[in-house]
């Protein structure tokens, strides 16, 4: 069976969902701790339980093309992290991996910009957080 199969609908839940769960997914392949946060209107996707006691939080953003990411709602605080997956237009292709950026929240107001008058994320600025999972093991 072919694994790209064409999905009818486009629902930023759809693909929102679908990134906490795979994120969620990652982490426990690395052996961390995590669960998910449940809710219509959560601050935080996900909570790692650190071995020293410490709880790290996630918020999980993603994007199936790739022109920027919003950051609207994003509170920058101490051991909270975003967790951005691009799907760079292959959303559906089941072979293909999205990339992965996870930024620490205290960083984010350095690297957002004003773009269609939302604060956002631009792919560009985001090169030295590609698959920095080591911020999430602890």
Same mark, same amino acid.
């Given at each position: 069976m072919d694994a790209v199969i +064409?999905?009818?609908?486009?629902?930023?839940?759809?693909?929102?969902?679908?990134?906490?769960? $795979?994120? $969620?997914?990652?982490?426990y392949r690395l052996g961390v701790n995590?669960? $998910?946060?449940?809710?219509?209107?959560?601050?935080?996707d996900i909570i790692i339980k650190a071995k020293n006691g410490l709880a790290l939080t996630?918020?999980? +953003?993603?994007?199936? %093309?790739?022109?920027s990411i919003p950051v609207t709602?994003?509170? #920058?605080?101490?051991?909270?992290? !975003?967790?951005?997956?691009?799907?760079n237009k292959k959303f559906s292709d089941l072979t293909? !991996? #999205? %990339?992965?950026? !996870? !930024? #620490?929240s205290l960083q984010i107001d350095d690297l957002q910009e004003i773009y269609k008058s939302e604060k956002r994320l631009l792919k560009g600025k985001l090169a030295d957080f590609k698959n920095q999972w080591h911020y999430l093991m602890c």
């Open positions: +064409k999905a009818d609908r486009k629902s930023s839940q759809e693909s929102g969902t679908g990134s906490e769960f $795979l994120i $969620l997914s990652n982490l995590a669960f $998910l946060s449940f809710g219509n209107t959560k601050q935080v996630v918020d999980v +953003k993603s994007v199936r %093309d790739y022109s709602n994003v509170r #920058p605080r101490e051991n909270h992290y !975003i967790v951005v997956v691009v799907y293909v !991996i #999205p %990339d992965y950026f !996870i !930024i #620490p």
